[in-house]
């Protein structure tokens, strides 16, 4: 009987392993897309005097709901994913877009200043690299910075900025 349960066991562990490494369809689409096409297609509000290269994105976002802070992070690193990478943060965004000092601090925008700042602390904004998982070599690099950044009653509007270096 042990025999057996080793082998469904065996058998099991082959098929998973077999399954996790089958690339998924949105994975076969990002294959065939340089960096700088997936970068202009998937964060197509472009900044003002952006390099060709550059895209953008406005996420939308309350105290309760930050998800769209973290969403082109999330994106570059199923793109990197595909392509045979690992995301890396050099550097996270140190800076608030929210409530800048130039800026009257209100209670609204503190109350949206918390889920930016522990975003930024996250990694989801600064400068990253997609490497390599094997070799460890550098793929590509991007940076994501905050923009402009515009209240909405009880919510923000942030400008996402997606810049891939020279």
């Known amino acids: 009987m042990s025999k ?18 089958a690339p998924t369809p949105a994975q076969l689409a990002m294959q065939h897309q340089s960096i700088d096409e ?5 964060f197509p509000v472009k900044p003002p005097d952006a390099p060709a290269s550059a895209g953008g994105y406005l996420a939308r976002f309350t105290d309760a709901d930050s998800a769209q802070l973290y969403w082109p992070k999330q994106q570059l690193t199923a793109y990197c ?8 943060v050099d550097r996270y ?5 929210i ?6 601090r ?12 522990v975003a930024a602390a996250e990694g989801a904004l600064g400068i990253m690299r997609c490497k390599h998982s094997r070799s460890n ?11 402009t ?18």
């Open 4 to 21: 057996q349960s080793g082998f469904l066991i065996f058998v099991l562990a082959a098929a998973l392993t077999a399954c996790a490494s």
């Open 38 to 42: 997936f970068v202009v297609t998937t």
């Open 81 to 88: 994913a595909a392509h045979g990478g690992v995301m890396r």
């Open 93 to 97: 965004f140190i800076g608030n877009a």
């Open 99 to 104: 409530s800048p000092r130039h800026e009257e």
């Open 106 to 117: 209100t209670p609204e925008r503190s109350k949206l200043e918390h889920p930016y700042v």
């Open 137 to 147: 070599k550098t793929l590509w690099g991007v940076e994501i910075q905050p923009g």
């Open 149 to 166: 950044f515009a209240m909405e009653a009880a919510a923000g509007k942030l400008q996402m900025n997606i810049v891939l270096p020279d």
